[in-house]
């Protein structure tokens, strides 16, 4: 009886000095590396007035945008976080011939969507970050928090609307 006794004792001692030592361990993990994908693909738009730009963004646009961000993240076993980002924007096939007026404000549609699109990109990255960070605890709602961040940025800007993503 009494073996039995220190036998327990010697395993509760031998589980804490586990414990422990994982414990020191998970503090002296290197920080986890994010491997990132991005694929940005373009398509055509050679509207040659202000309406036929517009109605050619609506028409080759996805889903109805002048453009979209992706993003997925995938974990492995050993919390290996990737991050894949699509993004699909419009490319004017001949801008030098556009209207003076018309250029001017086509450059600066193009640059507002693809800070506005950027932002998409940024929010998934930050996702990624938070994941690597907490070591894959949470990852789900990581996401959810990361996705809702998504459609908040677009529900306050009007899909970029207000930050000059109009054409």
């Given amino acids: 009886m009494q073996f039995r006794v220190v036998g327990f ?5 031998a589980a804490g000095l586990i ?3 994982a414990w020191q361990f998970a503090l002296v993990v290197p920080k ?3 491997a990132t994908r991005l694929q940005v693909s373009h398509y055509d ?4 007035t202000l309406q ?4 050619q963004l ?5 889903a ?3 453009a979209r961000t992706d993003w997925q993240i995938t974990t492995g076993l050993t919390c290996r976080v990737t991050l894949e980002t699509q993004i699909r924007l419009p490319r004017h096939t001949d801008v030098a011939s556009l209207a003076r007026a018309l250029k001017g404000r086509w450059l600066s549609f193009e640059r507002s969507l693809r800070l506005h699109e950027h932002t998409h990109q940024f929010h998934g990255l930050s996702a990624a970050r938070d994941i690597a960070k907490h070591r894959c605890f949470g990852t789900g709602r990581i996401i959810a928090d990361w996705a809702q961040q998504d459609r908040l940025l677009d529900e306050s800007t009007g899909h970029g609307w ?3 993503v109009r054409f």
């Fill in 58 to 62: 609506r028409a080759r646009g996805p």
């Fill in 19 to 21: 414990l422990w030592l």
């Fill in 45 to 48: 738009v050679d509207g040659r």
């Fill in 32 to 34: 986890q590396e994010i």
């Fill in 52 to 55: 036929e730009i517009r109605d």
């Fill in 64 to 66: 109805g945008f002048a």
């Fill in 9 to 13: 004792a010697f395993l509760g001692l």
């Fill in 162 to 164: 207000s930050e000059g």
